[in-house]
């Protein structure tokens, strides 16, 4: 518990200097770093010719689009031929056509749902490549995609896609990254070209150790996060995360950029209506109150309460459950002092482990230091049910988009309530931008349950479960959330890589993601063109404690009671069979 | 069922189109236009086959036949209740659509050729711009502008005034509504509406709702409710192969029940009456909305942009203070001022006999008898001659006049009481007897009583007000600090008033203002919500998008509080509809699982007798909360002005944690009613 809240507590500490900085990067200004970074950046949009002008909403996601495409393709014939590339030191050989096409979409939409594991399915050249480098893209991208967002939704234009997707990758992914990288081989995390090695084990048997250049993997797997492993046991394994302090770094730096990005929002935010403000009282700007922007402004703080709230209700019911232990286990005359430790490792405990679970799908990385199919049921509802809500805190950039939708839809129906047409950040919200965002809602649940249905219904799709009854229904129900919420993790246990299952999960991941970040492009886009109108006491405001509130009971209201069926023939009757 | 009780918001007769019209709406054409309740009536169709056909989809049962049988009529229920609400609110529309229709006879119009011979034809033969004379007695044909004549008429088919208003050509009095009656002389008329097209059409239409479009944020409102609608579908349809795999069998008629609990039928089924109620009560307000958007945008208005003179002030002078000049004893200046006005029958000179009696005068009429001398512009003053002396009152450079020639004196003190008059914007009416001076008496332009306090609660909910007046700057900042208003226009013209609302709304407020004159009517259609008198002229009611029929300048206020009001209900009705479905997946899920699964009773927390029961339970109350709920939906929520956040909170804790608690209660209540039924029937 202690250990939960100090690790929480020095998280704040560094949470607002790195949400700062990335405020600036965000909102153009200018930084320390800025002699150095320009002329990083203009070189590469010298040489590469690239149109640094203001584009539309449509061109932005056009843009992302194409880029993300042209991703995909080089990295799907890179899997196809690695055998023959080079850095192949392992003999490993072609990945199949459709675990090639799950892991290229797995990767590209940030979600690093992974069918395969990294040290027989992978070359060295593929692991750099190919998933390091698309770590970097893929989390640049769906940054890239908030910020344009938030600036629509501020009235501004969205800006140019390959300067915020240059200037977060190589002002902040990148060093940061090198940072991280250089921790983790301090405390013992490989980082080698050289093929594995076999040694020989204490009770003299032989044993291969997989090796390669995993510290580098490690620092982007969560600074952008992404989550999937160099090694298919992922960060439960001494290579991946040794030590307490590596653990603590890779909580760490999957945690940052979702939270920084709500910083950014928020300092934009007040900004903008800081500005709006003194344009109409005539008041020069400098004479406003400027000291409360820092921080990260009171709109900002809202959605960080709201996100955070929802984070701590989750993490709270994973610690207990997880301290409670396993009744079964209880019942069969077993004492648990420490808990449920099934598919934990003892180096990091129950509190590390969920936190560690509970801030992998909520930041929705999806890396993993405990097996999430052996956490108990209420526990193993906490991540599941993050997933479904993919708002608590989510991925870089997007699950900050995603909580705009709730925030759109909490404006509208608070707005009426006080007799008023909802408006938000100023702008009102109307048939357009409610269409918008109600595809944005649909699209979630029609992925999840849809795939389901279709795995529990067919042949194929029966085939890849391993566990019976409720248990094996959690598992189909996490895998496909985990993948339409661009999460990765796996609930493992599930015999994943087949056609069905490869095809499915990429389906819903491509979706999960594409449809959802052009929507919400589509509605900054509506937004943005739109007058402002002004604020008066009758106007709804979004920044007090009673909207946080009704913020966190309309994301429990649309996305949990959505699922609920589901969770009740899930984890929930699981749960009560084993008599909680 | 509590609409019999309540007889405000409906009639028999009312009662009666309604139920026959809501039968007449189960036709899946008309269903169509509300996604929500149409998803309920093809339930109701599924349902009903299945009361036939029970094992269509293989399901099993006891009773099956029956309990689908029950689940239908429910629906059906559903339905007819969700129709009936809609049928309701549009009955009342009609009704007075039927008064309004009753004037709009064939009426014979007295055409004027071009040779200027007379020609008798039918009023719906006339064009625009041809020219009717109307003598006493007859209707007025249509709308139209009068070229000559003066005339009373009576308007009381419109605005139910029997006194009638006299209109002459020229000027802001010249405009005439068809369907009215000249009273006496005659007039000439050019008419300015097409057939079918004047006011009176035009309102009995939107009155009767045949024009009636969906407001930009219903739609927005109910592309929210058709989404979520989709997203329980959603759920549902992939529950039946989920649970399948956890080895329940879910019968599909009870998969049909959870959808139509989850979805939110209750706004989905009030939310046209919703719409149509609102506009049926600024009708009822004698206020014409031309469309429901107007009616919408008056809830968003910021800023009131209001005429001094009618809107605030009464326009009238009234005496509020008597001023002796020195020397002179209040009495005397008093009973003076009394005397002077016993036969006075303006409004200065009922004002001045209240304030002297208010004050103390006693003093009996026989007493003062004696000849009137009225007032006339040449003179400009009047009195009363009596047995004992001659008393005047009237404007200071007169009475000075007067006493002059008398060989009074005129006292040091006068001229600067008269200034002070002035200068705060009052009229100062100098009252002598003989050829002595009194002094002054205030006529003061009066604020309507009540004013205050109606732009203090504006102000407590944002709304700003500004004067506008043609008064110099110090009168009109007595009379705005008087009224409380947040900002004044003095010295106002018309091209003003549009610069006014101009700059509002270039800092994204939204303007609402009255007007009458032709010169309001760029102000009006420049404004977001523009509110013309019916008594103004034809263009300050063609720019305007709203027409008050009573011509009452101050309604705007009343008007802006019905929007908020609409918007309110709305909002909270769709939060009580959602927030519902707590209360209805703890009565269901439980249900449907526990027979594969017993442990899932523990989420029994309502502790409901059977699964059938639950499952039906929540089903009726499903049903039976719109009827509930259809005489807030006439009436609007409660509305008191208050701060945005607070105004939030209140709605928040009585719709939002009412509608969680509200059906816990309500259907363990109907569980237990229901309950041994059902055991009889064997279900």
New interface residues.
Partial sequence: MIQIICTLVLFLLILFPVGNYIYHISAGKKTWADPLFDRVDNVIFKSLRIDRSPMSWKQYALHLLLVNACLVAAGYLILRLQSVLFLNPNQIGNMEESLSFNTIISFMTNTNLQHYSGESGLTYFSQMAVIIMMMFTSAASGYAACVAMVRGLLGQRMGNFYEDFTRITTRFLIPAALLVGLFLVWQGVPQTLASNITVTTLEGKFQNLARGPIAALESIKHLGTNGGGFLGANSSTPLENPTILTNLAELYSMMILPAACVVTFGRMAYDTLRQRKAA?TKISLSQTDSARGKGMGKEGRTIFLVMSLLFLLGLGLCFWSESQGNFAVENSGIVQPAGNMEGKEVRFGIAQSSLFTTVTTSFTTGTVNNMHDTLTPMGGLVPLLHMMLNVVFGGAGVGLMNMLVYVI?AV??????????PEYL?KK???R???LA??C??IH??LI??F???A??CQSG?EGITNP??H??TQVLYEFSSSAANNGSGFEGLADNTLFWNVTTGMAMFFGRYISIVLQLGIAGSLMKK????T??????TD?P??AV?LV?VVY??AA??????L??GP??EA??L?I | MRHHESSKWITKEILGSSLKSAFYKLNPKVMMKNPVMFVVEIGFFICLTLTFVPSLFHDKGTNLSLMNGIVALILFITVLFANFAEAVAEGRGKAQAETLKKTKKDTQARRIQADGSEQWISASQLNKGDVVLVKAGELIPNDGEIIAGVASIDESAITGESAPVLKESGGDFASVTGGTTVVSDWIQIRITSEPGHSFLDKMIALVEGATRQKT??E???N??L???T???F??I??????????G?KIPISTLIA?AVC?IPTTIGGLLSAIGIAGMDRVTRFNVIATSGKAV?AC??V?TLILDKTGTITFGNRLASEFLPVSGVRPEALRDAAWISSLHDETPEGKSTLELAVKQGCRLDEAAAQGSFIEFSASTRMSGQDTANAKYRKGSSDAIIEVVRQLKGQVPADLKEKVDHVSQLGGTPLVVCRDAEILGVIYLKDTVKPGLVQRFERL??????TIMCTGDNPLTAATIAAEAGVDGYIAECRPEDKIAAIKKEQA????VAMTGDGTNDAPALAQADVGLAMNSGTSAAKEAANMVDLDSDPTKILEVVEI??????T???L??FS??N??AK?FAI?PAI?SLA?P??Q??NIMRLASPSSAVLSALIFNAVIIPCLIPLAMKGVH?KPM???K???R??MI??AGGILCPFIGIKLIDLMIAPLLVCLGI
Avoid: H, W
């Avoid at chain 2, 929007?563 to 309110?568: F, V």
């Fill in positions: 109409n839809i509208f129906i608070c707005g009426l309530m006080i007799g008023r047409t100023n919200i109307e048939g931008e409610m269409k109600a595809l809602l649909i649940p029609l349950l849809g389901s249905a279709l529990v219904a029966l009854g409720f094996g229904l007058g402002c109108v002004s008066s006491a009758g106007t709804l405001r007090t009673t909207f009704v009971v209201l649309f009671l959505t699922f609920l069926p589901a009740a023939l929930i009757a009560l069979t008599g | 930009p944020n739609i927005a409102l592309t929210l058709v989404s979520l989709l997203i329980f959603i759920v349809v992939t529950l039946y192969p989920i649970a399948l795999y956890s329940v959870l989850l919408e809830g968003d910021d102000r407590k909910i944002g709304i700003k800092e994204g407020k939204l929007g908020k009001q609409l918007l309110m709305r909002g909270s769709t939060t959602i927030a479905d707590i997946y899920i699982f699964i442990q899932m523990v989420l509305y701060s945005a956040s105004m939030l909170g709605n928040l719709y939002g």
